[in-house]
């Protein structure tokens, strides 16, 4: 039986990632990524195109493809992805959620609350680095999930991203405009520009820093933090808490869950090309 080729995607609210797992000898290394926004209008026609396109640049064939994991927080994004998979893979993705094995225990009152990203983040983070734990993911919100030493996933945080606080912001306040999420020069900003990049980048550092510190407070044992999402690199450059940056860490829950249910998910019938 040939290796399996994996393909993951996780729907977010702002953007949709997307990853290539090549297996040699039973390990899956991730060959290819992509991130694309998230439009909820868009039909299954248009995004088979796109990811059609997407393959043909990194010189791929979308027959490759095995086996299709999807996780997603737009329900109404996640029937149209289902689609793409069957039309151009011929399979029907396995998609995270209630009854999938995930080998963690899920503490939350109720389960069903927590969304499918955070338990994809947690799993990957607990397989990576063991517990307890928490992990940051800077995304459309500011998320902070928890996982104890013996790999349970206890609940945790969220808070408005930092762009959604940045374009509130600026709705909100005629005078404030728009600026760059980069290091000012001084933490006291002596130009608006300046104090507005302070906040925001600071800002969230101390942010951070404050709330992990309040979570260790309750965690026995000194639990590692680590971040994810597309400002967790600038953010941990200035956080004290932060201790490793992992970009893929959701691509990479998605196959480590693949694997956990690929025995009992079996080889589905394909159709002739």
Known sequence: MSEPVLLVIDIGNSNVSIGIFDYVDGTGELAQHWRLSTHREQTSDELAITLRSLFQGEDRRVDEVTDVILSSVVPPLLPIWERVSTKLFDRAPLVVGPGI??????????????????????????????????CVDFGTATTFDCVSKDGEYLGGVIFPGIHISMEAL???????????????????????????????????????????????GELAGEARCIATGGLAGRIANESSAIERVEPFLTLEGLRILFEKNRSERGEAPRKER
């Not at 760059?180 to 990049?197: C, F, H, S």
């Not at 980048?201 to 820093?209: C, K, N, P």
Request: net charge positive; glycine share 12%.
């Open 101 to 134: 094995r995930t080998g963690m225990p899920v503490r939350y009152e109720n389960p069903r609350e927590v969304g499918a990203d955070r338990i994809v983040n947690a799993v990957a983070a607990f397989d990576m680095y063991g517990g307890p734990i928490v």
């Open 170 to 216: 600026f709705e909100r306040a005629s005078k404030l405009h728009r600026v760059e999420i980069a290091r000012p020069k001084t933490v006291i900003g002596r130009t608006t520009t300046g104090a507005l990049q302070s906040g925001l980048l600071y800002g969230y550092a101390g942010l951070v820093d404050a709330m992990v510190e309040r979570i260790r």
